[in-house]
């Protein structure tokens, strides 16, 4: 179990909540790249997303719906065994009950309406700055310049019968000016009322969560402070209560609901029957489908890239040592005394065809005449001597 700060057993931790707060999003981005992969094989997923905020947005909708009306919780928040309830400020109870037909539905706005409202003004406002940024720095496409006037040198004619349509076309431009210098204005008021808009967000948001860690608040966020409800952990006898039961009396009241013929009500069972039994397996199914396509994508990615790395081969053995030539000079007894002064080696240089060691100017000077090694005859050049050199 997590780290409990403070309050009692029924209290979420901070990381519950936050986790809690998270999945939604975690949740989308994995869609997303879900759909992605499978729209590559199936061109019609593609409009699915080009919807993207509408489709997520209707998902959460039924499925946060279908979480509070069934058991007083988020869709995020019963996947950890939490539930929602209702603090009745004016009495002072510090328990309250379930939840109300109000609060229920203002949680559904808090949690799809008003993040459906921000992703698309968000992105609304993303476009029109970028719109705005491309035509500052390029300009509009119809105010570019005559390219014939530019390569013949001509100006334009204008007669006295155009003065009419000139004076016009100034009109047009200033309007045009004072248009844009509008936009403009509406645009940085934007920019700035959406820079504090989001610091003044994102302060109350730490400012709440930091209570709530400390235990100075009962409420996680402002949204659920405004809602009046507060998290608790749900006990395994209000889970029975709250979703068995009480999923047993709404149902059957829908089901005494139904009017018609009895082939009818047959089939409107049968539909009521499939819906419940989708809504009810899918907070886990869809978690559980996202993780088995993501582990399976894992898995056949692994084995590709072990089909299409390269094969490591060993090292090749190295390679024997070069064999003196008949007609070669002799190697000396000392390694030390090079073969062609039988002094000792000064400045040693080794002739690389070979892997023999003589003395510099010795070595040159035979190579330069003869062009190959002294011992093995090999043919070799000046190029192939490299110079050796040894820390003393």
Known sequence: MLFQVGGDGTRPTFFEMAAAQQLPSSLRAALTYSLGVFALRRSFLHKILDYEDEFFASLMLILEGHSLRTTDASFAESLYGLKRKSVRLRLRLSKGSGLEKRQRILSVVFLVVLPYFKSKLHGKYNKEREARLRESIWGEEDQGFDEADFFTGEEPVVSRGDSGDQELSVRVQVATRIKKFVLCAILGCMHQVKVILDFLLAGLSFTYQLLYLLDATGFYSLGLQALGVQVCRATGQELIDGYIIKNFKIRNHERERLRGPPWLKTVQRALLSCSYAVLDYAQTGLIAAVFIFKMMEWWYQSAEERLTAPTVYPPPPP??????????????????????????????????????????????KYVSQYKRCPVTLIPASVDQIRRLFHDT
């Open 319 to 364: 390679l024997p040592s070069p064999k003196v030539a008949k007609e070669g000079i002799p190697l000396p007894p000392d390694r030390t005394l090079c073969a062609l002064c039988l002094q000792k080696l000064a400045n040693p240089s080794v002739v690389t065809v070979s892997g023999f060691v003589f003395c510099y100017s010795c070595v040159f």
